[in-house]
């Protein structure tokens, strides 16, 4: 399965974007989905997650409230609506996939299909 990130940007202090993970070579299907950033200089972090096990959405306490992720089986995309985008949000955005245990969704070495990433700027 091959991903591809798309749809970030500059934004301002407080604006929203959707940024979405597109696969091909294979579905989501049978996959947990999640989103990790890293910022310049910073460490890769867990933002969201869609677990495939408990289904339900999973959110870093950073993002909580502000970022919603969402499957579309239809068009085979995981997107992930961001608002009240703030000047730490500011990193690359990588979807990954993979079958990690629930008490693993937020660990990058879970997840076995990575995208290249998107770079998403929070101007203040």
């Known amino acids: 399965v091959q991903l591809q990130a798309s749809g970030g940007g500059l934004v301002q202090t407080g604006g929203s974007l959707r940024i979405s993970c597109a696969a091909s070579?294979?579905?989501?299907?049978?996959?947990?989905v999640a989103w990790f950033r890293q910022a310049l200089g910073k460490e890769r972090e867990f933002v969201a997650a869609?677990?495939?096990?408990?289904?339900?959405?999973y959110y870093s306490d950073s993002v909580k409230g502000r970022f919603t992720v969402s499957r579309d089986n239809a068009k085979n995309t995981v997107n992930l609506q961001m608002s009240n985008l703030q000047p730490e949000d500011t990193a690359v955005y990588h979807c990954?996939?993979?079958?990690?245990?629930?008490?693993?969704?937020?660990?990058?070495?879970?997840?076995?299909?990575w995208g290249q990433g998107t770079q998403v700027t929070v101007s203040s």
């Open positions: 990954a996939a993979g079958r990690p245990i629930v008490s693993s969704i937020s660990r990058p070495l879970a997840y076995t299909y």
């Open positions: 070579g294979g579905t989501f299907t049978g996959y947990s």
């Open positions: 869609w677990s495939l096990t408990s289904r339900r959405a």
